[in-house]
T-cell receptor, first 115, second 116 residues
Framework: AQSVAQPEDQVNVAEGNPLTVKCTYS??????LFWYVQYPNRGLQFLLK??????LVKGSYGFEAEFNKSQTSFHLKKPSALVSDSALYFC?????????????FGKGTKLSVKP | DAGVIQSPRHEVTEMGQEVTLRCKPI?????LFWYRQTMMRGLELLIY????????DSGMPEDRFSAKMPNASFSTLKIQPSEPRDSAVYFC??????????????FGPGTRLTVL
């Protein structure tokens, strides 16, 4: 079965410091991977996705993610965190074995950036 | 582009009442998804449509839940009768393709449902 794991419920970072939000995956077939962000009282917003090609994927708001096949990871990164980056971040993978369009989401990681 | 539109944004109702949530997908998108978000279970897919046809409703909790998509620009999720355990945030999302594995989904702002 397809799955993603976000091992940290919360990540705390000081403004200006680099941030990493971790995601590991378990899939059969080609790993297509997504990151979404949810700001308070808002819907999820697409950040970036890995389909194929360069292992470093650049996305919205200065975020990037590195696909690592040997470690089955797809960690989200940003060189310099902003207070406005504080939100809930979700990693997701398509449900290959079932309905193709179904995205399976991780439990989410709450990012808190303090001034 | 207005994005995915959901109404109402907040709904408070009493147990046993019928609840109808509404969604307008992004124009030109071919797939529509209904999700439910709770603290305990996270984000769960309830049902999704391709070209207005329900493809997978295995996530619908029970017969009290039903969803329709009468045309490409409108969908409803109905709960009848509602129960307190249905309290959650319900999201609608749409994607441009026919829900392929590489499609990006675009989410609406959600409807926060509280059943007393």
């Amino acid at each position: 079965a397809q799955s993603v794991a976000q091992p940290e419920d919360q990540v705390n970072v000081a403004e200006g410091n680099p941030l990493t939000v971790k995601c590991t995956y378990s899939v059969s077939g080609n790993p297509y991977l997504f990151w979404y962000v949810q700001y308070p009282n808002r819907g999820l917003q697409f950040l970036l996705k890995y389909i194929t090609g360069d292992n470093l994927v650049k996305g919205s708001y200065g975020f990037e993610a590195e696909f690592n096949k040997s470690q089955t990871s797809f960690h989200l990164k940003k060189p310099s965190a902003l207070v406005s980056d504080s939100a809930l971040y979700f990693c997701a993978v398509p449900n290959y074995g079932g309905s193709q369009g179904n995205l399976i989401f991780g439990k989410g990681t709450k990012l808190s950036v303090k001034p | 582009d207005a994005g995915v539109i959901q109404s109402p944004r907040h709904e408070v109702t009493e147990m046993g009442q019928e609840v109808t949530l509404r969604c307008k997908p992004i124009s030109g998108h071919n797939s529509l998804f209904w999700y439910r978000q709770t603290m305990m279970r996270g984000l769960e897919l309830l049902i999704y449509f391709n070209n207005n046809v329900p493809i997978d409703d295995s996530g619908m909790p029970e017969d009290r839940f039903s969803a329709k998509m009468p045309n490409a620009s409108f969908s409803t999720l109905k709960i009848q009768p509602s129960e307190p355990r249905d309290s959650a945030v319900y999201f609608c999302a749409s994607s441009p393709g026919l829900a392929t594995s590489t499609d990006t989904q675009y989410f609406g702002p959600g409807t926060r449902l509280t059943v007393l």
